[in-house]
């Protein structure tokens, strides 16, 4: 494997900002790394690092390692990230930010530190409504989980334990620590809901389901996109030069995809699909045919997921397979280290696609990472999304497939729900059937329920409408493909949900 070497790709900085953590002074140096635009502007990214010799032991290894699974040191973690990405940005001579962007509450104790910046500035005390008022105008917060148990709570005793008394003013006093402390335990979502002026989630059924789960709080939607410039493949982008120049710059151009040829969208699609059916083969030996039909399913291997509903019923699929003159499937994705259901849900997928052979030719792509996305993505012919509703917060590779022609086959949950127009961008698998008053079930009866007939309305689209449009219809199936570049493409990428940050939470 590889080995990380942060020399090669980022800039260390000289000032340091310290950070008191159980009564011992934690220095922080930072790394710059340049994010450079297609116009060619740079956006600095700093990360954080407490590897430094002076630091006690224990504390150099908080940054060495994303989300630790103890308490204690998630705490210290998110104290770091929190309270010394102010102090460091202070240290590098930016001063206090017009504004705070808190995705998740992992950062969200940087509102304790605003709130003592302002209170020493004011001249009043940390829990005073116009203190409280200064730094709410100031921080904005992004929810990205639609489930409670996923936002972090530490026990009040570790808090106290763990930071600066300095900054424990507004837990202790009970005026204001009601809004985001309850049994004992400082919920790290409420205090950034608390000191935010815009609390969003990342897809319009994401914010429903926000406001169902967190109903005393104003929270909008602002949908997820995709860098277009990153994700759209070669043989897309010569494309879209050609026909729609200043794409890159203005991704709304995309909406005049409607305008190019069926065949040069057929071409560039056989182009990706080439180097897609190359590199499987070249990586593992799998034998890949680019005559064949190709589904790709690709993402963190998770339960919900539902990364098996394709392969529920193998005598249908094999059936299907047949029909069309053999099928393939690339699985891929990985799992979190502690997730062990995750790791077993890899192997029995593994098993299933063996016995599938002659018809169905399916593969697990191993080491899944960007650059192998960028090949995976846009070169399958449909792109198979199966979350079960309502936890798919939003979703993005459904997205990027969109913006190489790729439909879309999903289940009506996250973007999805915004981008879907049945047979014109993709397909839908089963109905959308959530409401406001609906809890999810996580009973194993009600999800085998839910599980048994998606996969069999996952069947039925692709037997009754994709795959006849496919043999049948071929100008018809790259309308689709079309389509989902003009009508997706063109929305659901980063230029659009900038400017709606921008207007809305920045500025509105």
């Known amino acids: 494997a590889a080995r990380w070497e942060p020399t090669e790709h980022m800039s260390l900085l000289d000032p340091v900002a310290t950070v008191e953590l159980e009564g011992r002074p934690v220095q922080l140096r930072c790394w710059r790394y340049d994010v450079r635009g297609v116009s060619g502007h740079v956006v600095p990214v700093y990360m954080l690092d407490a590897d430094l010799p002076e ?90 989980t639609p489930v409670a148990a996923g936002h972090d709570k530490f026990p009040l005793d570790l808090v106290h334990h763990t930071i600066e008394p300095t900054l424990l003013r507004p837990l202790d006093d009970p005026a204001t620590c009601g809004a985001f402390c309850e049994d004992g335990m400082l919920n790290m979502t409420f205090l950034g809901f608390s000191l935010s002026k815009y609390i969003n989630g990342v897809a319009k059924r994401h914010g429903e389901v926000s406001r169902s789960l967190f109903g005393r709080y104003p929270i909008d939607s602002i949908t997820n996109g995709v860098h277009a410039a990153t994700w759209v493949s070669r043989p897309f982008a010569e494309l879209f030069d050609q026909h729609l120049p200043g794409w890159r710059e203005d991704n709304a151009t995309l909406r005049y995809a409607v305008g190019i040829p069926l065949e040069e969208i057929r071409n560039a699609h056989a182009r990706a699909k080439r180097t897609l059916v190359e590199t499987v083969n070249w990586r593992i030996n799998a034998g890949f045919d ?16 539902r990364a098996e509903l394709l392969l529920a019923d193998p005598g249908r699929l094999r059936a299907m397979a047949e029909q ?6 690339i699985f891929a994705g990985k799992a979190h280290p502690n997730d062990h259901g995750g790791k077993e849900m890899i192997k029995r997928i593994v098993g299933a696609l063996e016995p599938l052979r002659p018809a169905v030719h399916g593969v697990y792509l191993p080491n899944y990472d960007m650059g192998l996305a960028q090949v995976l993505v846009p070169g399958v012919d449909l792109w198979l999304n199966t979350p079960q509703p309502p936890l798919e917060a939003s979703g993005t590779s459904g997205m990027k497939a969109a913006l ?25 698998i089963g109905r959308d059937d959530w409401t406001a008053e609906a809890r999810v079930d996580q009973t194993a009866s009600s999800n085998d329920e839910r599980n048994t007939a998606d996969a069999a309305a996952l069947y039925d689209k692709l037997a009754q409408a994709i795959v006849p449009l496919y043999l049948d219809r071929p100008d018809g199936y790259a309308e689709v493909m079309r389509s989902a570049i003009a009508l997706n493409g063109s929305f659901f990428n980063t230029h659009r949900m900038m400017r709606e940050y921008v207007l809305k939470a920045y500025f509105g």
């Open 404 to 428: 190489n022609g790729v439909p879309s086959l999903s289940t009506l949950d996250g973007w999805w729900l915004e981008g879907h127009v049945e047979g014109v961008t993709g397909w839908a």
């Open 290 to 305: 680019q005559r064949r039909f190709t589904i790709g399913f690709a993402r963190r291997a998770t339960a919900y997921k």
């Open 55 to 144: 630091n006690h032991p224990d504390d150099r290894q908080v940054t060495r390692k994303l989300y630790m699974s103890d308490p204690a040191g998630r705490f210290r973690q998110e104290a770091l990230l929190g309270i010394g990405g102010v102090r460091m940005l202070q240290a590098l001579g930016l001063g206090v930010a017009d504004h705070y962007h808190m995705n998740e509450g992992h950062a969200a104790l940087l509102v304790l530190e605003l709130l003592r910046i302002e209170s020493e500035r004011a001249g009043l005390a940390a829990t005073d409504p116009q203190v409280i008022e200064s730094v709410r105008r100031r921080c904005v917060f992004t929810t990205h």
């Open 324 to 329: 069309l003159g053999g099928l393939q499937i």
